[in-house]
């Protein structure tokens, strides 16, 4: 991918069942930015990250990764470039073995046996999860399922990481860990969450969704001290910006 | 349901014993399961009333639960959980041929019971065989076998895909079981009432799980075929395996060993 544009224009896209998901979205995401999608249950967020990586074409508009607009005759090319994942790690990883669910990928990729061993181990090691290569990943703790989750993703060295909700369900020790890991990742990085306070951490730029539409884009500081837009989109100040309950400083 | 998941489907203990160390774990994926096919044919061909002729066949699941480190009580008690199947298959057999076949003593069995206890044998032996061969080599790897045998491409999918999802599907009722117990003060079956909704709900989220675990394997570009790294190679130990145990099972089945033994020691004529 030349130049790892993320582009979103003007997408629509509702499910089967009616609900209008997606009415109007656009954005443009540049090489190496962190974007924070944010916005109350059901404003679209998941489904902006469904269309990223090919599992729903839009309806109308488009998006496009890098020159690929996202369709079906590109998905294979759109699929290396962005590696998403998923909210449920237990939705994400499948096969009897950890190493093989990181190399599961490599393989599908058409890589040779020595590659896929090297980069299946790097990916592991990446994470912090080496030791856990022979373990059935049914047995692993949430924290350890997203780790693997994402080497499973990142052995696959895609240009854009998607990430649903990575901080759910993880207790403060494993999310402080993950903030760290996704920090120490060059790749652009566009992260759907409720976790603000993650958000600020990891992405200077936020983009916040209501209702399928985007109602604001800008820098994550800024916006996270709007409480009138917080509020619109069910959202609350994260707790680094809310100073002290005594004196508000 | 939790009895369900914890005694009927705990599979995932199964795919645990496959990371073991033994020589048979070692042992070529298609090896195991070319023999335990020639097995299964070999125990099937038997003739229907043979039972004494079938006991030198417990050597090989033996053997495949002992030298791969299986625990035996586990193994027969999945073969267990599904016996049922076999005990209705023969269930009329004993009513159906009532004439007498052997004479223990003075006590007289007929054929319908001798073909009755023939199925059941071969039922245990054929089940503890596949299920000790698949806790060993792994199911995934044992797909790969099938597929590399020649096995039809739907078909392989198919059991991965039936295999992923048994997974889910327990999961879920687990969750759901919970659920309802933990507003459940009354002790005792569940109503139908309960039941009913409860299963429909299962089946819902079941579908919306296996959709999204589809889409987050079409997204590591899943093709539908499953690729895994080959583990082994097939060796000459590989092909002495089979041609070893090919070469048991055929005698096995060509002479009644365990007559042949009994005439021997007994001195009396075969």
């Given at each position: 991918m030349s130049h790892h544009l993320v582009e979103a224009d003007s997408v629509h896209y509702a499910y089967?069942?009616?609900?209008?998901?997606?009415?109007?979205v656009s954005f443009r995401i540049t090489h190496g930015e962190s974007v924070a999608l944010v916005g109350e249950n059901g404003a679209g967020k998941s489904t902006v990250l469904l269309h990223l990586s090919g599992c729903l074409f839009a309806a109308q508009g488009q998006i496009r990764i890098g020159e690929y607009p996202v369709c079906a005759a590109n998905i294979n090319a759109v699929r290396r470039s962005v590696g998403m994942v998923f909210q449920n790690s237990d939705d994400q990883l499948f096969m009897p073995t950890v190493f093989d669910d990181v190399a599961f990928g490599l393989l599908n990729m058409g890589l040779g046996k020595e590659v896929v061993e090297a980069k299946a181990a790097a990916a592991l090691e990446t994470v912090g999860?080496?030791?856990?290569?022979?373990?059935?990943?049914?047995?692993?703790?949430q924290g350890e399922k997203r780790a693997v989750a994402i080497a499973a993703v990142l052995a696959m060295s895609p240009d854009v990481l998607v990430l649903d909700?990575?901080?759910?369900?993880?207790?403060p020790a494993a999310r402080r860990r993950l903030i760290e890991l996704l920090k120490s990742f060059q790749h652009t990085k566009i992260i759907a969450t409720h976790d603000l306070d993650m958000a600020l951490d990891l992405c200077s730029r936020t983009i916040v969704l209501h209702k399928g539409q985007v109602i604001a884009d800008g820098r994550t500081e800024q916006l996270f001290q709007d409480e009138e837009l917080l509020q619109r989109s069910c959202l609350e100040k994260p707790l680094r910006l809310q100073g002290c309950p005594v004196c508000g400083k | 349901m939790s009895t369900i998941v914890s005694?009927?489907?705990?599979i995932g203990y199964m795919e645990s014993l496959a990371q073991g160390t033994s020589a048979l774990h070692q042992r070529d994926a298609r090896a195991l399961v070319l023999t335990t096919f020639i097995f299964i044919v070999t125990v099937v061909s038997l003739d229907k009333y043979s039972v004494s002729a079938?006991?030198?066949?417990?050597f090989y699941p033996m053997s495949l639960m002992v030298w791969g480190g299986l625990p035996v009580g586990y193994v027969l008690s999945k073969a267990a959980a599904v016996s049922v199947v076999a005990l209705m298959v023969g269930i009329f057999n004993p009513l159906l041929d009532r004439q007498v076949f052997v004479w223990v003593g003075p006590l007289g069995i007929s054929g319908g019971w001798m073909s009755y206890i023939s199925v059941l044998l071969r039922f245990l032996l054929t089940v503890t065989a596949v299920l000790s061969m698949v806790a060993i080599a792994g199911f995934a790897v044992f797909c790969q076998a099938l597929r590399t045998l020649g096995v039809p491409k739907p078909f392989v999918v198919q059991l991965m895909f039936l295999y992923r999802y048994v997974f889910v599907l327990t999961e879920d009722a687990l969750r759901i079981e919970r659920a309802r117990k933990a507003r459940s003060?009354?002790?005792?079956a569940m109503r139908y009432s309960t039941y009913i909704p409860l299963l429909g709900h299962l089946l819902l989220r079941t579908f919306d799980r296996a959709e999204r675990i589809y889409r987050a394997m079409r997204c590591r570009g899943f093709d539908g075929k499953f690729r895994r790294l080959q583990r082994s190679r097939c060796t000459g130990a590989d092909v002495l395996f089979v041609v070893g145990w090919a070469a048991f099972f055929l005698a096995a089945r060509a002479y009644n060993i365990p007559a042949q033994l009994g005439h021997l020691i007994m001195g009396t004529k075969g």
């Open positions: 089967p069942d009616g609900t209008k998901s997606l009415q109007g999860a080496a030791h856990l290569r022979q373990r059935p990943p049914y047995r692993l703790s909700e990575p901080s759910a369900s993880l207790d | 005694k009927y489907f705990d079938l006991m030198p066949f417990f003060f009354q002790p005792g």
